[in-house]
C-alpha cells in the first residue's frame, strides 16, 4: 500500500479544507521517512481490517514515531486514525449499517480536527473522541451524532422514570457545516436513529439523552422565534437539577479558549455571539443542560 496516496486519498474523499492539507502531508511525508513507521502504521491497518482494533496502541505508536521524525503528536494521530477511516465500513455493516452511515462518522474527523485546530492552532486530533466512531460504538445518522449511554442524572416525569444509569442514547450536535441545524433535518436524524436502537429497549421506546449548552432554556429568551437553537431546547424535557453554570462553553461559541472574563472583548460576528455577548455583558450565565426525548417511529 502506498501510505502517502492512501492519506491524501482520506484528505479529498472527506473535503478537509485546502489550508490544513499541506501541513498535514508534510507531515506525513515526513513520517514515512520512516520505515518503522511505516511498518507500524501498516500492521495497524492489517489489524484494524482484521477487527483487531486498539485506539490506544494505535495512538501510542503514532505519538512514539512523531517524536521520533519530529512531528507534532496531533497531526502523527491524525494521520494514522484517518489512515484506519477508509476501512470503517464492515465495523459498520456488522452491526446493520451502510455507506452513508459510515461515511457521515468519518466526517467527524473533519469537524474534530476544525476543533483542535481552533483549541492549538494544529489540525489534527487530540483526544479519544474518535475512538468510538472507528468502532461503529458513536454513530453518524445525519446532522446529529449517537451513542448508548447512561442517564446520569434522577428525573422523574410523566414520561421519563430516570435514574443515574438508566440506559439511554445519547445525542451529540457536531459542528457540521454541510446542512443547517434545522427542525426538518434533526427530525430526519431522530428517525433514524429510533429504528436503528429500538431493539435495545426492552418495550421499544428509544429514549434519548442529551446534555449541552444548546439546552440552556435562557435560549428562549435571548434568541428569537425561529432560531434552531430555540426550537431545539423544545424538542427536550429539561431536568434543570443537573443545570451546570460556567464559561467552560464559550470556546463553541466564541472560538476563545483563553476567555479572561471580559465579555466587552468578545466578537460580535454572528447573530448567535451578538446574542450571547449582550446577555453576558447584562450579567448572565452560561450553563449545560441534561434534557431527555422519546424517540419518533
Same mark, same amino acid.
Given at each position: 500500500?502506498?501510505?502517502?496516496?492512501?492519506?491524501?486519498?482520506?484528505?479529498?474523499?472527506?473535503?478537509?479544507?485546502?489550508?490544513?492539507?499541506?501541513?498535514?502531508?508534510?507531515?506525513?511525508?515526513?513520517?514515512?521517512?520512516?520505515?518503522?513507521?511505516?511498518?507500524?502504521?501498516?500492521?495497524?491497518?492489517?489489524?484494524?481490517?482484521?477487527?483487531?482494533?486498539?485506539?490506544?496502541?494505535?495512538?501510542?505508536?503514532?505519538?512514539?514515531?512523531?517524536?521520533?521524525?519530529?512531528?507534532?503528536?496531533?497531526?502523527?494521530?491524525?494521520?494514522?486514525?484517518?489512515?484506519?477511516?477508509?476501512?470503517?465500513?464492515?465495523?459498520?455493516?456488522?452491526?446493520?449499517?451502510?455507506?452513508?452511515?459510515?461515511?457521515?462518522?468519518?466526517?467527524?474527523?473533519?469537524?474534530?480536527?476544525?476543533?483542535?485546530?481552533?483549541?492549538?492552532?494544529?489540525?489534527?486530533?487530540?483526544?479519544?473522541?474518535?475512538?468510538?466512531?472507528?468502532?461503529?460504538?458513536?454513530?453518524?445518522?445525519?446532522?446529529?451524532?449517537?451513542?448508548?449511554?447512561?442517564?446520569?442524572?434522577?428525573?422523574?416525569?410523566?414520561?421519563?422514570?430516570?435514574?443515574?444509569? /438508566?440506559f439511554v442514547i445519547t445525542v451529540h450536535i457536531p459542528s457540521d457545516t454541510r446542512s443547517p441545524f434545522s427542525p426538518e433535518n434533526r427530525l430526519r436524524s431522530y428517525k433514524r436513529a429510533t429504528a436503528f436502537y429500538k431493539n435495545r429497549f426492552?418495550?421499544?421506546?428509544?429514549?434519548?439523552?442529551?446534555?449541552?449548552?444548546?439546552?440552556?432554556?435562557?435560549?428562549?429568551?435571548?434568541?428569537?422565534?425561529?432560531?434552531?437553537?430555540?426550537?431545539?431546547?423544545?424538542?427536550?424535557?429539561?431536568?434543570?437539577?443537573?443545570?451546570?453554570?460556567?464559561?467552560?462553553?464559550?470556546?463553541?461559541?466564541?472560538?476563545?479558549?483563553?476567555?479572561?472574563?471580559?465579555?466587552?472583548?468578545?466578537?460580535?460576528?454572528? /447573530?448567535?455571539?451578538?446574542?450571547?455577548?449582550?446577555?453576558?455583558?447584562?450579567?448572565?450565565?452560561?450553563?449545560?443542560?441534561?434534557?431527555?426525548?422519546?424517540?419518533?417511529?
Amino acid at each position: 500500500m502506498n501510505l502517502r496516496e492512501h492519506f491524501i486519498g482520506f484528505l479529498n474523499d472527506f473535503k478537509i479544507d485546502d489550508k490544513h492539507t499541506s501541513p498535514l502531508i508534510d507531515a506525513a511525508d515526513a513520517l514515512f521517512k520512516s520505515k518503522s513507521a511505516c511498518l507500524s502504521l501498516e500492521r495497524e491497518i492489517e489489524a484494524y481490517r482484521s477487527f483487531d482494533y486498539d485506539f490506544g496502541r494505535t495512538v501510542s505508536l503514532a505519538e512514539c514515531h512523531a517524536e521520533e521524525m519530529g512531528v507534532h503528536p496531533y497531526r502523527a494521530r491524525y494521520i494514522f486514525l484517518t489512515s484506519l477511516a477508509p476501512f470503517a465500513l464492515p465495523y459498520f455493516e456488522r452491526v446493520g449499517l451502510g455507506r452513508e452511515e459510515w461515511y457521515d462518522s468519518m466526517m467527524d474527523f473533519k469537524w474534530n480536527g476544525e476543533l483542535c485546530y481552533s483549541k492549538s492552532g494544529i489540525f489534527g486530533n487530540y483526544s479519544e473522541w474518535s475512538k468510538r466512531f472507528l468502532s461503529a460504538d458513536r454513530i453518524a445518522f445525519g446532522r446529529l451524532q449517537y451513542n448508548e449511554f447512561e442517564a446520569r442524572v434522577t428525573y422523574k416525569s410523566e414520561k421519563f422514570d430516570l435514574k443515574p444509569d /438508566s440506559f439511554v442514547i445519547t445525542v451529540h450536535i457536531p459542528s457540521d457545516t454541510r446542512s443547517p441545524f434545522s427542525p426538518e433535518n434533526r427530525l430526519r436524524s431522530y428517525k433514524r436513529a429510533t429504528a436503528f436502537y429500538k431493539n435495545r429497549f426492552e418495550d421499544g421506546q428509544v429514549i434519548f439523552r442529551c446534555g449541552s449548552w444548546l439546552l440552556n432554556p435562557i435560549h428562549k429568551t435571548i434568541l428569537p422565534e425561529g432560531s434552531n437553537i430555540r426550537s431545539f431546547v423544545d424538542e427536550y424535557e429539561l431536568c434543570m437539577d443537573s443545570l451546570v453554570e460556567s464559561f467552560d462553553d464559550i470556546a463553541r461559541i466564541f472560538g476563545i479558549w483563553n476567555y479572561d472574563g471580559d465579555a466587552s472583548s468578545l466578537p460580535e460576528d454572528s /447573530s448567535l455571539r451578538r446574542a450571547y455577548k449582550k446577555h453576558l455583558l447584562s450579567g448572565g450565565k452560561m450553563g449545560s443542560v441534561t434534557g431527555f426525548r422519546l424517540g419518533d417511529n
